[in-house]
């Protein structure tokens, strides 16, 4: 699997994820530059690399601690997107949208996960 990641459908979509959280981030208060802005774009790139990184290690047991890793990273890129909304820096629609696509992520992640712990995964 080592060189086909970037052919996994929830590597595509936490591209994507990451993408459009990129796009909400750029419309934060100037003020957030060194603050919320820079973690929640630091947790949103987390997601894919560590799935590509994951998915160069030698057994599957490795790949699943990276994407464990890659859940994390989403849980918390959620965790300051909701504050975000709390802050008044994303309309409720926007919010419900990234938060739809972060729930699909997540279901993928464990998708994957449940198949690479079964023999022969």
């Not at 060189?3 to 750029?26: G, H, P, R």
């Not at 989403?74 to 504050?83: C, P």
């Not at 008044?88 to 699909?104: C, L, P, S």
């Amino acid at each position: 699997m080592a060189d086909s990641y970037q052919n996994l459908d929830v590597y595509k979509l936490s591209m994507k994820f990451a993408y459009d959280v990129y796009q909400i981030v750029s419309t934060f208060p100037d003020f957030e530059k060194f603050g919320l802005s820079s973690q929640l774009r630091r947790a949103v790139i987390s997601v894919p690399s560590n799935i590509a990184e994951g998915s160069g290690r030698q057994y599957n047991k490795e790949f699943v601690q990276f994407l464990f890793l890659a859940k994390g990273s989403l849980r918390e890129a959620m965790t300051q997107l909701e504050l975000s909304k709390m802050f008044g820096y994303v309309d409720e629609e926007t919010f419900i949208q990234i938060k739809d696509q972060a729930n699909r992520l997540h279901k993928m992640l464990n998708r994957l996960i449940s198949r690479l712990k079964k023999p022969g995964g």
